[in-house]
T-cell receptor
Framework: DTEVTQTPKHLVMGMTNKKSLKCEQH?????MYWYKQKAKKPPELMFV???????INESVPSRFSPECPNSSLLNLHLHALQPEDSALYLC???????????????FGEGSRLTVL | SQQGEEDPQALSIQEGENATMNCSYK?????LQWYRQNSGRGLVHLIL?????REKHSGRLRVTLDTSKKSSSLLITASRAADTASYFC????????????FGQGTELSVKP
């Protein structure tokens, strides 16, 4: 199984809502990632988890809260978002992530978020 | 500032022609990777080249890396309409494993 599964595929939320994006992989990978992608732009790194610990936070606003309950699951909790946070949120995984190198990332299809 | 810049931003060719995309970056890297993205979909890994490698092949893909010029190129030979997609280079920053930064991307259109 070489899939990364993201749910939901589409999410519409108001600025006062609390919602979560979910990501799951069963490849035994020990590193998981959240990227944000706006239309016609490259993916921007948000968070990296390595062995279930947060290893990289790219100065993401606190209204985005990541969680890694176990090595197969990655959540992104959303609260008090702004309309400019509307984007495609991509989850990815890799075998490992250490200073020497990471290797290829396997991406999910993304969750398209619209904030009204 | 951006780590990776790609050139051209858009490329339109006929089926059967070759497509070349270039990527430049600014700081030392562990490796450089190329990804493909169909519109609104997830990214698919194409090829990874390490900082001590100069050239790599995979099927119709050929990637070169020149660390002295901090640049890479992706060549797709004998293109097909199904190759139409956005192509991104991504650099993993030296000694910052996990920090994979994407370039601006090249939109490739292959006309039948």
């Amino acid at each position: 199984d070489t899939e990364v599964t993201q749910t939901p595929k589409h999410l519409v939320m108001g600025m006062t809502n609390k919602k979560s994006l979910k990501c799951e992989q069963h490849m035994g990978h020990r590193a998981m990632y959240w990227y944000k992608q706006k239309a016609k732009k490259p993916p921007e790194l948000m968070f990296v988890y390595s062995y279930e610990k947060l290893s990289i936070n790219e100065s993401v606003p606190s209204r985005f809260s990541p969680e890694c309950p176990n090595s197969s699951l990655l959540n992104l909790h959303l609260h008090a978002l702004q309309p400019e946070d509307s984007a495609l949120y991509l989850c990815a995984s890799s075998q490992e992530s250490d200073l020497r190198g990471t290797g290829e990332l396997f991406f999910g299809e993304g969750s398209r978020l619209t904030v009204l | 500032s951006q780590q990776g810049e790609e050139d051209p931003q858009a490329l339109s060719i006929q089926e059967g022609e070759n497509a070349t995309m270039n990527c430049s970056y600014k700081t030392s890297i562990n490796n450089l990777q190329w990804y493909r993205q169909n519109s609104g979909r997830g990214l698919v890994h194409l090829i990874l080249i390490r900082s001590n490698e100069r050239e790599k092949h995979s099927g119709r893909l050929r990637v070169t890396l020149d660390t002295s010029k901090k640049s890479s190129s992706l060549l797709i030979t004998a293109s097909r309409a199904a190759d139409t997609a956005s192509y991104f280079c991504a650099t993993e920053l030296y000694n910052q494993g996990g920090k994979l930064i994407f370039g601006q991307g090249t939109e490739l259109s292959v006309k039948p």
